[in-house]
């Protein structure tokens, strides 16, 4: 998962993009980088850390330009630690083009032999991101039938890349003096949203971005999503240029976007997050009804942020007081996203204190957005008991994650997972609670896709079914040789 940004105005771009980073900093926290376009230079910046530590005065200066793309990051493929692979990504040829990607490819050892037995490229880092320019690079080179670069021609380029590529993407890109490409995978895994606003001297400026709220935020109007397969491309007249690039496609996007990875603000694919997580409540209230009696429990707790909607909905279902009784230090970043299990654990005591008053001898139920490896809820668990209180019950409006991630979400290895292989009463000796409960799938789809016209949810960490058809049991055992948490 990450985060990004691009930008076409009349104007410079170079703090509109940092302002946005900011507003996507929750998707990524190991980097960050913009580059911008004057005529047919580029200008780039890109460092690790959060957007305020990556950026100075002196470094968006230099940041030239009214044409630019930014990036946030964190990391799924590659190392979080290597300079190296900080986004955006650059190759010279043809023309030039810089790059960011959001997602995560699935036949990377694949297209690692052919860019180099075939292709003649050289990629000088383990990211996919590399690997996906290259192959774009490629495709816009072999479609080339003169000088000029045509939209017809970018298109059939992106045509080919679906072809040779597969897994989640949403890409953007800047093509020295020709303008600014987008793109989704068929499939639409991960979100890339549209936006326009009328410049003062009439022309249309052009914004596209992981969520909508970037848009809103800047003084756009949102236009739509950018369709799973499609290409659009903004031509240096300010002209915008889309055609449906992707023989089959369908959207299936992230069920866990709208679990967690998204602001609540935000709207995705038609859907609102917020909407999304007030529903993930009520059905969820439903399940602990059914499951523990009502007067077991005296108080219902979220874990903030993402989880808040939902627990106001449990306790509105169950009739049961709410009470805020986890405290947030804002400054430490979100502990699912930290890159380690050592890191996880150190960071929930110093992102979380518990409030004695509200869990002293109080029966507490407590909702988080999702369990995924357990050793955030084991401390949380803890805390409470620590807190006084008699009995915890730990809920999840998320179904329990029994299955890798493989399209851009940092859950690469069975064994880390806690709920693969466990039972939910084993789950809760685990936590050390005194009862666990999930949602279910089919509650989850149906909170994510009411009023909407989607048949299908990418949803494999919870049913394990892989909607690219390319992931087996082989993949597995290599992904967990070359992974590490």
Not at 117 to 138: F, G, P, Q, Y
Request: hydrophobic share 40%.
């Amino acid at each position: 998962m990450c985060g990004i940004i691009g930008v076409f105005s009349v104007d410079s771009v170079n703090q509109q993009i940092y302002d946005n980073l900011l507003l996507l900093q929750h998707r990524g926290q190991d980097s960050a980088g913009i580059v911008t376009m004057d005529n047919y230079t580029f200008h780039v910046h890109k460092q690790r850390g959060r957007v305020r530590e990556a950026f100075r005065t002196r470094d968006m200066r230099k940041l030239l330009g009214n044409v630019g793309i930014g990036h946030v990051r964190y990391a799924t493929s590659g190392a979080a630690a290597a300079e190296d692979e900080v986004q955006p990504f650059y190759v010279n040829a043809p023309y030039g083009i810089t790059f960011v990607h959001n997602g995560n490819l699935t036949n990377t050892s694949q297209l690692e032999q052919d860019l180099f037995k075939i292709d003649r490229r050289h990629t000088n880092s383990s990211s996919d991101t590399e690997m996906l320019v290259n192959v774009l690079a490629t495709e816009i080179q072999s479609h080339l039938t003169g000088p000029d670069l045509s939209p017809d021609q970018l298109f059939d380029a992106v045509s080919s890349l679906h072809r040779r590529v597969k897994g989640s993407y949403a890409a953007i890109a800047l093509i020295s003096g020709r303008g600014l490409l987008a793109f989704r995978d068929p499939f639409g895994i991960r979100p890339l949203i549209l936006g326009r606003r009328a410049a003062k001297n009439g022309r249309d400026e052009w914004i596209v971005a992981s969520e909508s709220l970037v848009i809103e935020n800047s003084g756009y109007e949102i236009v739509r999503d950018v369709e799973p397969g499609e290409a659009i491309f903004i031509d240096f007249d300010f002209n915008l240029h889309q055609r449906q690039c992707a023989q089959f496609f369908q959207l299936v996007p992230c069920a866990f976007e709208y679990v967690y990875l998204a602001r609540p603000d935000s709207v995705m694919n038609g859907i609102s997050v917020y909407e999304t997580r007030l529903r993930m409540g009520d059905l969820l209230a439903k399940t602990i009804s059914d499951s523990i009696p009502a007067g077991d429990i005296d108080v219902v707790m979220p874990i903030p942020d993402s989880a808040r909607p939902s627990a106001m909905q449990v306790a509105k279902q169950l009739g049961i007081e709410y009470r805020e009784g986890f405290y947030k230090n804002r400054y430490v970043g979100r502990t699912f996203i930290m890159p380690g299990q050592a890191e996880r654990k150190k960071s929930v005591r110093q992102k979380l204190n518990a409030l004695g008053t509200e869990f002293a001898g109080k029966n507490v139920l407590i909702v988080d957005d999702s369990i995924v490896r357990g050793t955030t809820s084991r401390e949380i668990v803890q805390m409470a008991r620590d807190a006084g209180a008699n009995q915890v019950t730990f809920t999840s409006a998320a179904p329990p994650v029994r299955f890798p991630n493989v399209y851009g979400i940092n859950m690469p290895t069975r064994g880390e997972l806690l709920a693969h292989g466990r039972s939910t009463d084993q789950i809760a000796d685990v936590l050390a609670a005194d009862h666990v409960v999930y949602q279910s799938v089919d509650n989850l789809k149906k909170s994510i896709v009411q009023g909407t016209d989607i048949q299908e949810l990418e949803m494999s960490c919870f049913d394990g079914h892989y909607v690219t058809g390319d992931i087996d049991e082989n993949y597995f055992e290599w992904l967990e040789g070359n992974c590490s948490s």
